[in-house]
């Protein structure tokens, strides 16, 4: 591999610190919603602070953002009969 295994231990530590550091400055999540990228997009037009982050499967893209937008996220997709929630 390009890496050895020390410097795997090493990025990875680093890795975590930095995602934790960023999560406390600004607090967030994932919300699964069991549609396609093609699905979901339209209802979320408008939707400040979420953003696709996966497309997990055929049936489920994960999205991520901050609270508030992975709130109104849901909000949405529940009223457009697309079944979301948090994880």
């Known amino acids: 591999g390009s ?3 020390d410097d795997l231990i090493r990025l990875s530590f ?3 610190k930095v995602i934790r550091d960023a999560a406390a400055n600004s607090p967030g999540g994932m919300l ?3 549609g396609t ?3 979901i ?7 400040a602070g979420v953003w696709m982050a996966n497309h997990n499967s ?4 994960v999205l991520a953002g901050t609270d ?3 709130s109104a996220a849901a909000t949405k997709l ?3 009969g697309v079944r979301a929630q948090r994880i």
């Not at 055929?58 to 893209?61: D, E, L, R």
């Open 3 to 5: 890496l050895s295994e």
């Open 14 to 16: 680093r890795r975590g």
């Open 32 to 34: 699964a919603a069991d």
């Open 37 to 39: 990228p093609a699905t």
């Open 41 to 47: 997009e339209p209802v979320l037009k408008g939707v």
């Open 58 to 61: 055929p049936t489920q893209t």
């Open 68 to 70: 508030e937008g992975l």
């Open 78 to 80: 529940q009223a457009a």
